[in-house]
């Protein structure tokens, strides 16, 4: 059967549902795996922290960039899905999601029409951030020229940091311009505390979220909104038990709408995200008190494609495949070909990467293991968002390696 | 309009030709660009370089997936295109590539299918490596089962380095399996002299192929291969001089079909291979007298998005859109929304980025500069590899900034 060249990725060219399994080698590696059952344990496990503290979830979607899993975040009770581009919301609309947060300044011609044509749509809810007058006024501009009001989020920043006001001069310079404007609506206030480093992190995050109540509540007395629900929103998924816990602790009228956007625990990993998770549930009571915790549910699966030296392997999965930012992929399991569910043996941290290049890894491991050519080895990865951008589609299995679908992603 | 969800990702979504211009913001942005007089004159250089030296070239194409590439490559008289999977294998044969070497252990059940599967036709010409007796087996079962036969090239390595066979006992052992199958066939010596690293490089990797020639000579002599046709190959984007000059003085035996692999050059960059090919060009007399010498074809558009310090500008563009592993992307031009080509100003090294994030990154600029929100910066790039697989369709533009095409990649 020739395949489509609209279906040419790695991984599989042709899934049939019920027909493939991992272990049997149905699949050509390297592949990204998503395991079904921790996903759901993961949807879950946020969902409940977010009931527990009051807090709306709108989860950023830029990391898997996957509507399929954007369908089963709304499905468990997220109120929106963030996104970071006109494009990327683009996606989402198409795949049926409704209300959508852009945590970014939506800038340029073409990704602004992008916009506007999907507010021809009454029943789709979308807000954007502004942070200057400059920009405010090319909103202005563009909105008021297609006659098609813009909810705008007021960002604020820190100094040193990404986008967002600095001072109360940029601030009222900003709010001028929304509020001559006769298509764009003040809805709400943004932040984004990730970037907020310093010897004593927590202390100074809680101070900016403090920050940003306060602001939020003065705009607010002072009618500065356009819209009857205000948005307050911040999160990213390393801090959203301080910014839940900060919002819940502050008692908002009920016109607030408090928001985090964590995006990472979907997929979790074993590295950065599961040391920042770690770290919260230190702090944070309500997330102990919450059943179970946040599982690793992406690997990259690979073959050993050479063992030249004793110790030294060769796996054929490189930079093309996974992320390598935030530290190499770790080895979790070791499967021989012909072998079942029974025989899957778990790694310890014997065996480590040493190096990774575009399309190989150098894997270091114990000289007396009984490791060959042909085997496969699972790799759980750290930052999962630079994982899935190297995939097209990624195999999502059950617990017994059967793959029960496959999930598309639009990067 | 409606787009379908399969032409939902960033850059265009709707190419019409002739009608989208970069400087008119008729793309979405961020965008990756590339440049076809650029791409032109790299794919007449690289084939003068191979013609002057009369070896062949098999360009890497995993650096851009982008099959219309291929075709342009051996339309400018490539000789193959060398892969690094299986299913990069499977998109080259549908998109009319013909002759192919994987220069990589073929390692897998549904590898050795896919492969298996596109020798079904006669008139397709392949080459896979193998370097260890472990994996002959593996091809020889495989390819035995299903009674087609395989060209394989025995690979050779370095110690401390990637695959390839270390030793004369293990070089032994792989041929003596490869010579008891009936479907496997010698058909060459492969090697890659791009991880050998040391004090003296090119003197080491000198060496190392003056012992590769001698081990196909060794080898041709004791009649070691299947094939009538010998090939002898190595060479990656940075020493492929050393290679294909150290071929060329050893006044090989008509058998043996010398062939080189570089890939980068085609897309070139401002980063580690502009670095490599200067330093090539010291070395190399043959690559100074080539007219002219290789371009950076590719660049990343993207809008300043903020501006919320004097000197310090966010761009919407990141780790998402562009290579990070090998320098960070280098501010080029700059273009005011409504200006044309004859504003389009040209950086200097007072605007360099300083951080990068997932969707953003960080611009120092002088403060005295006219910069402002929704301006257009276009940046290159170091590691084309790395920035082409962020992208499912570059825009090619002409150098008037018009769009004339979109190439899609398939990763």
Redesign the interface.
């Known amino acids: 059967m020739?395949?489509s060249?609209?279906s040419?990725?790695?991984?599989i060219?042709t899934f049939v549902p019920g027909q493939q399994n991992l272990l049997a080698?149905?699949?050509?590696?390297?592949a990204a795996v998503l395991y079904q059952s921790r996903i759901d344990n993961n949807l879950a496990w946020m969902q409940g922290y977010a009931n527990q503290t009051q807090v709306k979830l709108a989860p950023h979607g830029?990391t898997t960039m996957a509507p399929g899993l954007f369908q089963q975040q709304m499905a468990a009770g997220a109120w929106a899905i963030t996104l970071?581009?006109?494009?990327?919301v683009?996606?989402a609309y198409?795949?049926g999601i409704k209300r959508v947060i852009l945590a970014?300044?939506l800038?340029?011609?073409?990704?602004m029409q992008?916009i506007a044509d999907l507010l021809q749509d009454p029943d789709f809810e979308f807000y954007c951030l502004t942070?200057?007058a400059?920009?405010a006024k090319?909103l202005a501009d563009f909105f008021g020229h297609v006659k098609t009001p813009l909810k705008v989020l007021l960002e604020i920043?820190v100094?040193?940091?990404?986008?967002?006001?600095?001072t109360p001069e940029?601030i009222q310079q900003t709010l001028d311009v929304i509020h001559t404007s006769e298509y764009l609506q003040l809805a709400g206030v943004e932040f984004y505390e990730g970037v907020i480093h310093g010897d004593n992190e927590v202390t100074l995050i809680k101070q900016f979220v403090a920050h940003m109540i306060e602001q939020t509540l003065t705009l607010l007395a002072a009618k500065a909104f356009d819209t009857s629900r205000v948005l307050l929103t911040g999160a990213g998924s390393a801090w959203y038990d301080l910014v839940a816990e900060s919002f819940q602790q502050a008692r908002l009228p009920s016109q607030i709408i408090p928001v985090i956007r964590p995006g990472c625990y979907l997929i979790h990993d074993t590295g950065i995200y599961q040391s920042s998770q770690q770290a919260l549930k230190q702090r944070s009571q309500v997330a102990c008190d919450i059943k179970g915790d946040l599982s690793s549910a992406l690997e990259v699966w690979a073959?050993?494609?050479?063992?030249?030296?004793p110790g030294?392997a060769?796996i054929?999965m490189g930079?093309?495949d996974t992320a390598?930012?935030a530290g190499l992929p770790s080895p979790e399991l070791l499967v021989k070909?012909g072998d079942g569910i029974d025989n899957v043996v778990t790694l310890d941290s014997q065996w480590q990467l040493t190096d990774i290049?575009?399309?190989?890894a150098?894997l270091s491991f114990p000289e007396g293991a009984a490791l060959?050519?042909?085997d496969?080895i699972a790799f759980s990865t750290s930052h999962p968002?630079?994982t899935f951008?190297?995939?097209?589609q990624l195999a999502v299995i059950d617990d017994e390696y059967q793959v029960i679908d496959m999930m598309r992603t639009?990067?």
Not at 8 to 11: I, M, P, T, V
Not at 25 to 30: A, E, F, T
Not at 357 to 360: E, G, K, N, S
Not at 389 to 392: A, F, L, T
Request: aromatic share 8%.
């Open positions: 020739q395949p060249t609209s040419l990725h790695k991984g060219s080698q149905d699949i050509s590696l390297p830029k970071a581009s006109a494009p990327q683009q996606v198409h795949h970014n300044e800038v340029g011609k073409s990704n992008m942070d200057s400059q920009h090319l920043g100094s040193g940091g990404r986008c967002g006001c600095r940029q073959y050993v494609q050479s063992i030249p030296e030294h060769i054929g930079k093309r390598f930012d070909p290049m575009d399309q190989h150098y060959k050519v042909g496969m968002c630079l951008d190297k995939w097209k639009y990067f």
